[in-house]
T-cell receptor, first 107, second 119 residues
Framework: DIQMTQSPSSVSASVGDRVTITCRAS??????LAWYQQKPGRAPKLLIS???ILESGVPSRFSGSGSGTDFTLTINSLQPEDFATYYC?????????FGQGTRLEIK | EVQLLESGGTLVQPGGSLRLSCAAS????????MSWVRQAPGEGLEWVSS????????YYADSVKGRFTISRDNSKNTLYLQMNSLRAEDTAVYYC????????????WGQGTLFTVSS
């Protein structure tokens, strides 16, 4: 199984800050990585697929990069609606696995 | 507009059975693979099972293999998850999710249905 490890587990930031979340895969997954945002009581929302492809309607302040085993999600100029939990996910092979999540909190 | 609506959540005793349903609309259901993803209270996301568009291929997490069965009825645009031999650790919100074409990531999710396994 491919293990996905996110860091940090939580981060505090202010509106306007830039935040970077990392995700590391236990095996090479090329660019097969997705990022999701989840707000309390809501279903996850797909932000980025194939490591760096922004989904339609997702603000351009979100960006993803990386390949192989190391990936990052960057949020520039944080907005109040961005405070949520973020998950990475590998779609490379079954069993599909998610990172443990990174909670982005308001400082 | 793509819509996924889960149903079937309730309280079940350990060892019991339950079937979840997910009614899909707004897309050609038979074209897309579908999955179930669960989230235990206060925990992260856990993939449970996937099924191909035709229903001919199915995949399961080790934690549910042999106990859960995923299926679909393309004539009714409905996805199912039959869950047997339920355990307390199966307690979670269960989401159905539509898979992207060409990759097992999830571009649309239902609102989730919660069920609890408890005596």
């Amino acid at each position: 199984d491919i293990q996905m490890t996110q860091s940090p587990s939580s981060v505090s930031a202010s509106v306007g800050d830039r935040v970077t979340i990392t995700c590391r895969a236990s095996h090479d997954i090329s660019s097969w990585l997705a990022w999701y945002q989840q707000k309390p009581g809501r279903a996850p929302k797909l932000l980025i697929s194939r490591a760096s492809i922004l989904e339609s309607g997702v603000p351009s302040r979100f960006s993803g990069s990386g390949s192989g085993t190391d990936f990052t999600l960057t949020i520039n100029s944080l907005q109040p609606e961005d405070f949520a939990t973020y998950y990475c996910q590998q779609p490379n092979s079954f069993p599909i696995t998610f990172g443990q999540g990174t909670r982005l909190e308001i400082k | 507009e793509v819509q996924l609506l889960e149903s079937g959540g309730t309280l079940v005793q350990p060892g019991g059975s339950l079937r979840l349903s997910c009614a899909a609309s707004g897309f050609t259901f038979s074209t897309y693979a579908m999955s179930w993803v669960r989230q235990a209270p206060g925990e992260g996301l856990e993939w449970v099972s996937s099924i191909s568009g035709t229903g001919g291929s199915t995949y399961y997490a080790d934690s549910v293999k042999g106990r859960f069965t995923i299926s679909r009825d393309n004539s009714k645009n409905t996805l199912y998850l039959q869950m047997n031999s339920l355990r307390a650790e199966d307690t979670a919100v269960y989401y159905c999710a539509k898979e992207y074409v060409g990759g097992v990531w999830f571009d649309y999710w239902g609102q989730g249905t919660l069920f609890t396994v408890s005596s």
